[in-house]
């Protein structure tokens, strides 16, 4: 839900308001560098980045249970509390082949496969004493419906770790921060819910981590 910009306000005319060409008045070139600089919409950063905006996910319960099985997100969720969140979330659609996450990239939101299949790469720096070396790329792992990418980064507003690129069609669900908060505010229940699972995902992917790190430590 979009909240309401000051900035559509029309200035009351009289004696105050700047006439075109004194100081304080917006030339041309000023509201358009103004334009530039604000923020973009979610659904232009997710437009600009090439993938297909198909509207909300309304009614996201009819894709059937069987995405509350295969989600570690939404194993918890009913039917109706699914459609809640579904008008929260934006539906997109990415090609075999397009990135639906960049590595390096920042970002406020993250993704709820729907349908398809995501490559999850990590780029590794090339040695500083070798100039003519590359970077290596690290396949981390091949996600599928229901899995969760992103949510670290929407959290933090960090950069993002790794790169998600679509391997076959994909369709997912985008998720803000800025829509979580609302959700919060007019659905506490399934927010509270949302912000649980979350939560413990984050905390799932630290305990793997934390495992694969003592398993490397007791290699050497």
Wanted: net charge negative.
């Amino acid at each position: 839900m979009a909240a309401a910009n000051p900035l559509n306000t029309a200035a009351p005319q009289g004696e105050n308001t700047p006439l075109p060409g004194e100081p304080g008045s917006a030339t041309p070139q000023a509201r358009e560098a103004a334009g530039a600089a604000a923020p973009r919409s979610l659904e232009e950063q997710l437009q600009q980045a090439g993938l297909e905006v198909l509207g909300s996910c309304q009614k996201m319960s009819g894709r059937g249970p069987a995405l509350l099985q295969h989600s570690a997100l939404l194993e918890d969720f009913t039917m109706k509390e699914l459609d809640t969140l579904g008008e929260a979330m934006l539906l997109i659609r990415a090609q075999p082949g397009q990135v639906l996450i960049a590595e390096g990239d920042a970002g406020d939101w993250m993704l709820l496969l729907l349908s398809g299949t995501v490559d999850v790469t990590k780029t590794t720096p090339a040695d500083d004493e070798d100039p003519d070396a590359a970077d290596n790329k690290s396949r981390l792992g091949v996600t599928t419906e229901g899995a969760v990418l992103g949510e670290m980064s929407m959290f933090d507003r960090d950069v993002r770790y790794a790169t998600c690129t679509a391997i076959d069609a994909v369709e997912a669900a985008v998720l803000s921060r800025t829509a979580i908060g609302q959700l919060i505010r007019q659905h506490p229940g399934v927010g509270a819910k949302l912000m649980v699972k979350i939560t413990q995902l984050l905390a799932q992917r630290l305990r793997n981590t934390s495992n694969r790190l003592v398993r490397l430590l007791q290699k050497k």
